[in-house]
């Protein structure tokens, strides 16, 4: 089992609130970890700390050698340009040669079935294609690690299933996903393993199908069973 990255006993604060406490977590290559919990629990403030965006004010994190991350957010955030001037700029920041990024986005947008829409204006585009085209542009990067914060919350029921097939051709190229959801349905489509937060801890941490079981459940994290029931209730 490779790790490709760690948290170990981590704190992180936003201002003079510690938001997150001890947080311990390990992600290994091809685990697709679902981020479970009440709004405010702490999920996006543990992508954007496993993504780099925060620093934890105590504890360690640890990224293997190399691993090349990107991050997806609930509201795709495009800039004014074309759709292929927004992918190429993200690959030219991440310091991908020219002649590479030209083979690059047309690739990346073929794989969400955007091949067509490369000179289009990005914001003229329904939320569900900007959607897909953030999704290229996190392909684009070929991640080892992709973060999604709710990448589904803002879509109706086509687009959710268009971004959720996404995911899985990710997952099945190999990529590593650690997405936030709170839609237990898709985590039991797409997670191997479940992580639950309350109030900025880690109660829970388990391999989908035990998290699912309500008596292994409740053995492990009354808080996290508490909150499965009122999700299915
Ligand atoms: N910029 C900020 N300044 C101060 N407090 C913040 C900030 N961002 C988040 N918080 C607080 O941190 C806590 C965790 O927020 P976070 O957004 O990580 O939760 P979440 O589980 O992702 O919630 P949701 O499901 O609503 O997206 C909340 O109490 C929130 O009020």
Redesign the pocket.
Known sequence: MTVLLELVDVDVA??P?T??RGIQLQVQREDRVA?I????????????TLHGLLKPVRGLQSTAFGARQAMVF?RPFLLRTTVARNLALGLRLAGVPPHEIAARVPDALARVGLADIGERHARHLSVGQQQRVAFARAWALRPDLLFL??PTASLDPPAKREIESLMATFAEAGTTMVF?S?NLGQVKRLATRVVY?E??RLLADLPVAAFFDHDRLREVSREADLFLQGEMA
């Open positions: 936003i201002g609130a938001i997150l981020l919990g009440a709004n405010g629990s702490g999920k996006s403030t543990l992508l954007r609930q914060d709710e936030a709170h937060l109030r900025g």
